[in-house]
């Protein structure tokens, strides 16, 4: 259950048909309501399809997010609500680092419940590490608040609650909404050494709430992102895993409704 409660930048040419292979629709299910385009304006859009990258001085300082995060092309989509796929969130070097610590770290705290079954961890409990310290940076957290509200062309708060979640075989997610007062977007990466289709662990977005509802199912690539905003109607689940060690990061975007005293939470800059 991807939810928040409890707890060398390179420009390159990617495809359409590379970014929509992260996700796979459930047989029969139109492909429709598909924009493939890259964060960042149609200037810096046209450059990166040419793989012209922008020449930088190189005594110009890097950014903290220019460390961490790639997050460059997305495809959007509107069905089963409007959601977005990310094939490249962070930095290889950091994603690399950021699993070497996932899967290493002893902070992991499990929690049951008849909804789902997972390892959890809240980053604000762990936010010393020196390995991960730029996770909760305000300046990639504004980088990452900036594109996902231009994504769904909405504000969205400088307050983000960022958790982690491990699930091991025989652990699922429900479906469910996550459609609580406190909370409006979800961001969802995920990071791994590599799995197959049919190790289970996968996300899946349904119309309804019934497992007859399935529309879409993620496939398990490393470093890809998918964010979509929380409401009503935003069923999700994980389907159980058989096989290996599920790893995702979440970003969770707070209202104004979310109080300091059931939130752990870092600002964006």
């Excluded at 409660?5 to 040419?13: E, F, K, P």
């Excluded at 409007?82 to 002893?106: D, K, Q, V």
């Excluded at 049951?112 to 980053?123: D, I, K, P, R, V």
């Excluded at 096989?243 to 409704?257: C, D, E, H, M, W």
């Amino acid at each position: 259950m991807d939810c928040a409660r409890g707890m060398a930048h390179r420009c390159s040419s990617i495809s359409t048909a590379a970014l929509e292979s992260i996700a796979g629709l459930a047989p029969g299910v139109p492909t429709g309501g598909t924009d493939v385009r890259s964060i960042g304006g149609t200037a810096r859009a046209a450059n990166l399809q040419r793989g012209i990258g922008k020449m930088v001085d190189s005594e110009t300082a890097i950014k903290p997010s220019d460390k961490v995060l790639a997050f460059e092309y997305i495809v959007t989509r509107t069905s089963p609500f409007p959601h977005f796929i990310s094939p490249r969130f962070y930095t290889e070097e950091f994603s690399n680092t950021l699993l070497s610590w996932l899967e290493s770290t002893n902070a992991w705290n499990l929690k049951e419940t008849a909804l789902y079954a997972q390892y959890e961890l809240g980053f604000s409990k762990v936010k010393d590490y020196p390995e991960i310290r730029t996770v909760s940076d305000g300046a990639v957290l504004a980088r990452v608040r900036d594109e996902v509200s231009r994504v769904f062309n909405v504000p969205l708060s400088r307050r983000i609650n960022i958790s982690a979640h491990k699930l091991v075989p025989g652990q699922y997610g429900g479906i469910h909404t996550d459609n609580v007062p406190g909370e409006t977007h979800r961001l969802v990466v995920q990071l791994n050494r590599g799995r197959s289709d049919d190790s289970g662990g996968n996300l899946v977005f349904l119309s309804g709430s019934s497992p007859q509802d399935v529309e879409t199912v993620f496939k398990q690539k490393t470093n890809s992102a998918v964010g979509f905003p929380l409401g009503p109607g935003s069923y999700h689940a994980i389907t159980q895993v058989k096989t290996g060690v599920r790893f995702t990061i979440i970003y969770t975007f707070l209202s104004a409704a979310a109080s300091d005293a059931e939130y752990s939470y870092f600002a964006a800059n």
